[in-house]
Structures are given as structure tokens and as C-alpha cells.
């Protein structure tokens, strides 16, 4: 297991990364998202030792990485497809990295064949595409058997084979009883495979709970509710404690109460309901609901580019 203790990672201008602390868990695919700049990548470098804490620290099985005997066999990541030597071949790649770790060449063949690269293993990595170059980052990352994978965005490139054997693996790999975490931005793929999310937003820690407990969170499940008079019917709901956020296409947004409850407001004040519907927001929603506000990089939408 994985323990993150009050990490903190400071830059001249900047707080990348503020007093976190989370475990990673075996046995579970956990997606670990957040807007850009949020502090993924810097946590994840933090945690293989590429970035050192400004304060607080991570123990993998109780010790610092630097004191794994066999950090391979402990962790396995992808932080960058293109940090290779385009020169090589794959297999060369391979090789050179279980040379250095006393791994088999055997796993080399067997990691070719199991990331799809077996006919293309004496191609130049120059020549690779970058789904072909994910392949070869993740090929790289397992070679070890390890017991942690940490993976950041692994789907870019990927063509759909590619994402669908992505899926099968993160969720082989944890049923094995591995850790996995996998940065993303592609929120469908991580509600697809994830048990558990992370949230970052400006360097620090906003929800850490698995998808099913985020599904029953208040900001989650809301009712649409239309009817002959939206604005009375608003007023009926308030006074039974309901929590209205906005109106979306002449509907009311309702939460904090159920079906019947609107219903049965309805039904006494002699309201025609026309349309009332339970929603459970994708999990793309409900990050955005949890870090509005909390966006270093927003671009702005509809801008009208015509000047008069």
C-alpha cells in the first residue's frame, strides 16, 4: 500500500501541490482527476521520486522509495509515452530496462505480446504513433510485476482496440489484487473502470470516495420537475425544504426531495405536473460540480470574435 502524508510540493510562484494525504489501495482501480494544473502530475512524480516534497512524505509499505530494494517490483508507472530514445526498437527498449533490473527476457516477449506490439517489436520507436508509443509506456510499466501501477493519461492516443484493452487490463490488474491509479481526463473511461476517485483542484485534496458513494452524495442525484406553474410550484418545494439551483429549459432543478414528495405538492395546490424525472449525473457532471470555482485554466465559452 501506498501513503501519502501531508504532501506538499512548492514552487517559486506557485503551490503545486497542497498538504495531501490519501492512500492508494491494492486491489482497486482508482481514477485520480483533476483540472489542469491541479497537481496530478506533480503528485504522481513525487511519489517515484522524480520530484522531491516540499514538505510531508510517501511510504510505499513503510518505507521511502529510495529504500526499495526492488522499486520495479513495487511500482510500475507512465508518466511520459515520449520519454524514450527514439533510436531504439521496442524490444530493445524493453530490454535494456529488464537488464537493469535483473528482469528475465523472457517478460520482455511476453509484455510485447501482451501490449500488441509483437510485430511491430523491431520497429524504430520513432516510427511509432502515439497510441503505439502508450502501449510501450504501459508494456514498460508492468514489466516488473508490480504491485502499484500508476499510469497518467494513458488513453491519449489510444484507437478504440486500444481503450477497450485498457479497460480489460486496469481491471484484470486489480482483480490480481494490484493498485492502480490512473489519471485521466477522460471522465467516461474512469466511471467505466474506477471503484474509487480522487479529486484534486488547485493543489489540494476535494473528494476521495468510491463512484458509488459519490452517486449518493447531495450534489449528485436531482429531480427535473415542469409543470402549468413552475413559479408557485417553486415556492411549494422551498417551503418543504427543497434545494433549488436553477432553472434548465422551463424545468426546475430539484433536490432534497423525493418523486412523491414533489408529487404530492403538486396534487394539494391542484398543479399539473408535465414532466417529472429522476437524473443521476454522469460522473464529467459531478467533477465539475465539485470544482467550480476551483479552476486555475478556464477558457471562455461563446466569445463573439466579431468586432464592429
Known amino acids: 500500500m501506498i501513503e501519502i502524508k501531508n504532501l506538499s510540493k512548492n514552487y517559486q510562484d506557485k503551490i503545486a501541490v497542497d498538504n495531501l494525504s490519501f492512500d492508494i489501495m491494492p486491489g ?117 510485476k508490480p504491485e502499484t501501477v500508476i499510469l497518467d493519461e494513458p488513453f491519449n492516443g489510444l484507437d478504440v482496440d486500444g481503450i477497450k484493452w485498457l479497460r480489460n487490463l486496469t481491471k484484470d490488474l486489480a482483480r490480481a489484487g494490484k493498485a492502480v491509479l490512473i489519471s485521466s481526463h477522460l471522465m467516461s473511461e474512469i466511471q467505466t473502470i474506477a471503484e474509487r476517485v480522487i479529486v484534486l483542484a488547485q493543489g489540494k485534496l476535494i473528494a476521495d470516495m468510491t463512484i458509488e458513494e459519490m452517486s449518493k452524495k447531495s450534489f449528485s442525484s436531482y429531480l427535473r420537475v415542469r409543470s402549468e406553474n413552475n413559479i408557485k410550484l417553486q415556492g411549494l418545494l422551498r417551503n418543504k425544504g427543497a434545494f433549488i439551483q436553477q432553472m434548465e429549459q422551463n424545468c426546475l432543478i430539484v433536490r432534497n426531495l423525493e418523486m412523491e414528495e414533489v408529487g404530492t405538492a403538486a396534487k394539494e395546490s391542484s398543479l399539473a405536473i408535465f414532466e417529472l424525472t429522476k437524473v443521476q449525473p454522469s460522473l464529467e457532471q459531478l467533477f465539475t460540480e465539485l470544482t467550480d470555482g476551483k479552476v486555475d485554466y478556464v477558457s471562455q465559452q461563446n466569445m463573439n470574435t466579431k468586432k464592429g
Open 28 to 144: 482497486v482501480v482508482t481514477g485520480f482527476l483533476g483540472p489542469n494544473g491541479a497537481g496530478k502530475s506533480t503528485t504522481m512524480k513525487m511519489i517515484l521520486n522524480l520530484a522531491r516534497p516540499s514538505n510531508g512524505e510517501v511510504r510505499i509499505d513503510g518505507k521511502h522509495y529510495i529504500d526499495l530494494e526492488q522499486p520495479v517490483s513495487k511500482i510500475g508507472a507512465l508518466i511520459d509515452a515520449d520519454a524514450v530514445n527514439p533510436k531504439l526498437t521496442a524490444e530493445q527498449h524493453l530490454q535494456l530496462i529488464a537488464a537493469a533490473s535483473e528482469i528475465s527476457s523472457t517478460r520482455v516477449d511476453e509484455m510485447l505480446q501482451k501490449a500488441g506490439l509483437e510485430k511491430v517489436r523491431n520497429k524504430q520507436i520513432r516510427e511509432y504513433s502515439l497510441g503505439m508509443k502508450q502501449r510501450l509506456g504501459i508494456a514498460a510499466a508492468l514489466l516488473g
